[in-house]
Every structure is written in C-alpha cells, then in structure tokens.
C-alpha cells in the first residue's frame, strides 16, 4: 500500500522513500507540520553520507516554525549525484511514480508552480519555473496505466485525495495533463544545470520561489 512505510527495526522512525532531495523539497511544500499546522518544513541540514548499507542516503526535516523535526526520515533511491551534472535538478529519475506525492499532489504542485510563473518578473527565473512545473506533470503520468486515460485509483494516497478526484474527475484525464504538458518549455541540460553551486543551491531555490509563504 502507499505511501511506502516503513518502520525501522533498529530505531522506530518512520521511513519514506523518495527519488531525490526535490522529491522530499516537493513533498514537505504539500505537508503542513504535524505539531503547528504550518507549511514551513525544510530539510534539516544535508544528506547524510551512507553507513552500513550504502544505499542508504538520509535526510531529516524540521520546522522553521515550531522547530520540531518532522517525524519521518527520508531515504534518497538512487543516492544523490554528485560532480559533473549533479547540479541538474532531476525529481525522480526512474519510471516508476512516486511513493510520497500521490497524483493529486503533482497536480497540485503544477498549479502552484504556475500560478507563481505568471507572477515572476524575472524572465529567466519564469522560465525555469515553468520548466520545473512541467516535471511535477511528467511525474503525474506515471501514475497511469498504459491505453487508461483515467487513473487508477490506487494513484490517490489519502482519502482526500481520492474525494478530490471524484470530484473532479475530469481534470486527470491524462489528455488533459498532456495537454498542459506540451506547454512547458524544454530546458537543455546546461540552462537546467545551476553552475558552481552545490545541490544545496536549488534547494533555497525551491525555497524562494516556491514554497508558500509561511507566516512567521
Ligand atoms: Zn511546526
């Protein structure tokens, strides 16, 4: 069953396992903090460096608000690139669709991101926005079944999520989702990639651009 959790014998933490540190970035935009209610969590500190197993690349959160950490520890699978193009910001690069954002939060995402290219003045910074708003839909259609044009409804994580595709059923007609996708630009590899800087760099750029403002 989704989302895939998993508790730890060794330490009682919640695992979930997502596909990069922007997954996690995405996923804690859409989560508001457990203990305040507020959307102001964010990685605490970097991934931590492989132990005994060496897939296991973790990273740990916490609220900017109330300061507790988020009760979850994320797991990177595949582990965080690094040197050459690790500065590319890739969300999930397999196929197969996210074990912690549902459909419905891609699309939310989208949205969201979208509704922050219309207000961005700065043409370089839109563009990449726009960019990035059509990677949350290319992680939206795998959660599709191939020849479907609706999807299953094992694609919803919660109950909210599933009450909100009943009701709007026809906004995850994947004719629809392609059809917004075929409007996002394609960026090339070296306009993706943020020179110099460390991935720690597109973080903050999440954090800029697109998180919603927490009222601190
Ligand atoms: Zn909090």
Request: hydrophobic share 40%; glycine share 4%; charged share 25%.
């Amino acid at each position: 069953m989704r989302p895939a959790v998993s508790i730890s014998p060794l330490t009682s933490v919640t695992i979930l396992r997502a596909h990069s540190v922007a997954e996690v970035q995405l996923f804690l935009i859409l989560t508001p903090c457990p203990a305040c209610g507020m959307v102001a969590q964010r990685p605490r500190g970097g991934v931590v460096a492989p132990n005994a197993n060496h897939d296991d690349f973790r990273l740990y959160a916490a609220c900017a608000r109330c300061l507790r950490d988020y009760p979850s520890v994320f797991v990177i699978d595949p582990p965080p690139r690094r040197g050459p193009g690790g500065g590319t910001m890739a969300i999930n690069p397999t196929e197969r669709p996210s074990e912690i954002i549902d459909l419905a939060g891609w699309i939310t995402l989208y949205r969201h991101i979208t509704e922050r290219v219309w207000r961005e003045m700065d043409k370089h910074t839109a563009r990449r926005l726009a960019w990035e708003a059509g990677l949350c839909l290319d992680e939206a259609l795998k959660f599709y079944l191939a020849r479907e044009n609706f999807p299953p409804e094992s694609a919803f994580f919660s109950s909210r999520s599933l009450v909100t595709f009943r009701a709007n059923r026809a906004q995850f007609d994947r004719r629809i989702v392609l059809h917004h996708r075929s409007q996002a630009p394609q960026l090339t590899d070296v306009e993706t990639r943020m020179d110099g800087e460390h991935e720690r760099s597109w973080w903050r750029f999440w954090q800029k651009h697109v998180e919603p403002r927490a009222r601190l």
